[in-house]
């Protein structure tokens, strides 16, 4: 805990009192002053403190603000004269000057100094409202995980870094996510070593608002571009696990010092785009107090003070978190459901097309990518992958080929397929639903496609419909156009056979025309190569166009007839 003095606030009225009171020559009373709220650092900034707030201003800053108004004397004795030049730490245990150095860290709320147990029973009263509040709203009553969250708080309260993050998503809002970590801001550990901030200091490089800060609490990051959610996510990560920093801001010099960062995202929106790695726990929140003014109102009125902030505190203080590990975390159905949507396409091929089909991975290298690209397009995947690519994740896995005559070919049994995807966890509850719908199935001879069973009926009907089309559109292909006809011949038909004589006595007889039957054929010479079959007694025309061999014919049986009496 930092010392009174540190408390004061610099006043240019007493500073002025001191010099006109003090000796004239040495001016000490004003020197001692002035070193209680400034201090040089190595890095040539100057720390300012004022009501225990620390502040470092640069060299202008100071200058044009504060040195001009001291007087010239005193001025140049600050800038010439201090031999005391301090760097900069943060530790939550030490005081604010050790030996050489500033913590910047102020300190917490509370002192452990005295027992949970004799607090008043109010407060304790208050304490225990809020713990089975983290019990049934941020753990959704299940122990395991609440016991993992106490043990990262009473880690947090004790001074310590964790290297894993609390991230609260729920898409319904009113639920109260950010009532627990309100209450540990003002009334537990101090508005000094806590701050809520946006994405800006996840995406500009001026992260020194962070700097001695034990809990940082990212309310609703926005969503933005890609890069955005990945420059994001990628300084989490890096944050959540860097025992050391380097804290820049836009008018301040960086400097490196200790990161005690614990971190908590509260957010109604998917926040972070690698939330299914092993540095997020994703608690699984209950909405049973949604828009259930009655009951908060009752909490805040109960919990929301000093009193009951520090029996808190000491019950956090006497956890036992001697073994506790951060990444040693139970899996909650959240966290499942990220794993799931995360995990990698080529994973997700893997465990529907092999694994759970019972399949060997036996297959050239090749092979097996050009499979996997047929996949990626039919699921719309953005995730772009050559083939060095998918050998490279695949060896990351321990799926490696070996080459034989020239040839990289994949040989895992199933078994081993397996206990790959266990290690890695490939598998969730819902493997079982969403195998049909991620199978790459035959339809047909050629083309492969990822179908549910009903799909898998309907290609095959319109494979067969597509046949009986094919077979029509090959039957009407128009006859092949026959040789053009360059003579033909005058047909004569045969003579009729006479007609036997009547048995009867005839009374006249009428003798039967002599029939002569012609039949004339014209060959026209023009484009359309027409023959016209003439007949001579009726006068009537037969067009056949061209040259269709089955019509001429027809056209032939028309001409031809027999007259009968």
């Given at each position: 805990m930092m010392n009174d003095t540190k408390q004061m606030k610099f006043s240019f009225t007493e500073l002025k009192r001191l010099i006109a009171d003090g000796p004239l020559k040495d001016l000490q009373d004003a020197k001692n002053y002035i070193l209680k709220f400034f201090y040089p650092l190595t890095n040539g900034m100057i720390m300012f403190v004022d009501e225990g707030v620390k502040k470092m201003i640069s060299i202008d800053v100071f200058k044009t603000t504060y040195a001009q108004r001291f007087g010239k004397d005193l001025s140049k004795w600050f800038s010439q004269d201090t031999t005391s030049i301090y760097g900069i730490t943060v530790d939550t245990q030490k005081p604010f000057i050790n030996n050489d150095s500033l913590n910047i860290f102020h300190g917490f709320k509370h002192k452990n100094e005295t027992k949970y147990i004799d607090c008043s029973e109010e407060a304790k009263a208050g304490a225990q409202m809020m713990l089975a509040f983290i019990r049934d709203v941020w753990c959704n009553a299940n122990d395991d995980s609440y016991n993992y969250v106490l043990n990262w708080l009473s880690n947090m309260i004790k001074g310590n870094k964790n290297n894993t993050i609390l991230y609260l998503k729920s898409f319904v809002e009113g639920i109260g996510k950010s009532t627990v970590t309100q209450f540990l801001m003002f009334h537990v550990l101090g508005r000094e070593i806590c701050i809520e901030s946006n994405s800006d200091v996840l995406k500009s490089s001026f992260n020194e608002i962070l700097a001695g800060k034990l809990m940082v609490i990212f309310e609703e990051l926005e969503n933005g571009s890609d890069k955005d959610w990945q420059v994001m996510s990628t300084k989490l990560k890096?944050?959540?696990?860097?025992?050391?920093?380097?804290?820049?801001?836009?008018?301040?010099?960086?400097?490196?010092?200790?990161?005690?960062?614990?971190?908590?995202?509260?957010?109604?929106?998917?926040?972070?785009?690698?939330?299914?790695?092993?540095?997020?726990?994703?608690?699984?929140?209950?909405?049973?107090?949604?828009?259930?003014?009655?009951?908060?109102?009752?909490?805040?009125?109960?919990?929301?003070?000093?009193?009951?902030?520090?029996?808190?505190?000491?019950?956090?203080?006497?956890?036992?978190?001697?073994?506790?590990?951060?990444?040693?975390?139970?899996?909650?159905?959240?966290?499942?459901?990220?794993?799931?949507?995360?995990?990698?396409?080529?994973?997700?091929?893997?465990?529907?097309?092999?694994?759970?089909?019972?399949?060997?991975?036996?297959?050239?290298?090749?092979?097996?990518?050009?499979?996997?690209?047929?996949?990626?397009?039919?699921?719309?995947?953005?995730?772009?992958?050559?083939?060095?690519?998918?050998?490279?994740?695949?060896?990351?896995?321990?799926?490696?080929?070996?080459?034989?005559?020239?040839?990289?070919?994949?040989?895992?049994?199933?078994?081993?397929?397996?206990?790959?995807?266990?290690?890695?966890?490939?598998?969730?509850?819902?493997?079982?639903?969403?195998?049909?719908?991620?199978?790459?199935?035959?339809?047909?001879?050629?083309?492969?496609?990822?179908?549910?069973?009903?799909?898998?009926?309907?290609?095959?009907?319109?494979?067969?419909?597509?046949?009986?089309?094919?077979?029509?559109?090959?039957?009407?292909?128009?006859?092949?156009?026959?040789?053009?006809?360059?003579?033909?011949?005058?047909?004569?038909?045969?003579?009729?056979?006479?007609?036997?004589?009547?048995?009867k006595k005839v009374k006249k007889v009428i003798e039967p025309k002599k029939v002569k039957k012609v039949q004339k054929v014209i060959v026209s010479d023009d484009d359309e190569e027409q023959i016209i079959t003439e007949n001579l007694f009726t006068k009537t025309k037969h067009k056949v166009v061209n040259n269709d061999m089955k019509k001429l014919n027809d056209a032939f049986d028309k001409a031809l007839f027999k007259i009968e009496f």
């Open positions: 890096r944050w959540s696990t860097s025992t050391e920093v380097i804290y820049s801001d836009k008018y301040l010099k960086s400097y490196e010092s200790k990161n005690i960062n614990n971190y908590i995202i509260n957010t109604n929106v998917e926040a972070i785009k690698a939330s299914e790695g092993r540095r997020y726990y994703i608690l699984d929140l209950s909405t049973q107090y949604k828009n259930n003014h009655k009951f908060f109102n009752k909490l805040y009125k109960k919990c929301f003070n000093d009193e009951v902030g520090q029996a808190f505190y000491l019950l956090m203080m006497e956890r036992d978190t001697a073994k506790f590990n951060p990444q040693n975390f139970i899996e909650t159905q959240a966290k499942k459901i990220a794993q799931s949507e995360r995990l990698h396409p080529l994973f997700k091929f893997l465990k529907f097309n092999y694994i759970l089909d019972g399949k060997d991975l036996c297959c050239l290298t090749k092979d097996l990518y050009e499979e996997y690209l047929k996949y990626a397009s039919l699921i719309d995947t953005s995730t772009k992958l050559t083939k060095n690519k998918m050998i490279a994740l695949f060896r990351e896995h321990g799926i490696d080929y070996k080459t034989s005559n020239g040839k990289m070919t994949y040989n895992l049994t199933n078994a081993q397929l397996r206990d790959i995807g266990n290690k890695y966890k490939f598998f969730f509850e819902d493997d079982n639903e969403e195998h049909d719908d991620n199978r790459l199935v035959e339809a047909g001879a050629v083309v492969k496609f990822v179908m549910t069973q009903n799909e898998i009926k309907m290609a095959a009907e319109i494979e067969r419909l597509n046949k009986i089309i094919a077979e029509l559109q090959q039957n009407n292909k128009p006859d092949p156009e026959p040789k053009k006809v360059k003579k033909i011949k005058f047909i004569e038909p045969e003579p009729e056979p006479e007609p036997e004589p009547e048995p």
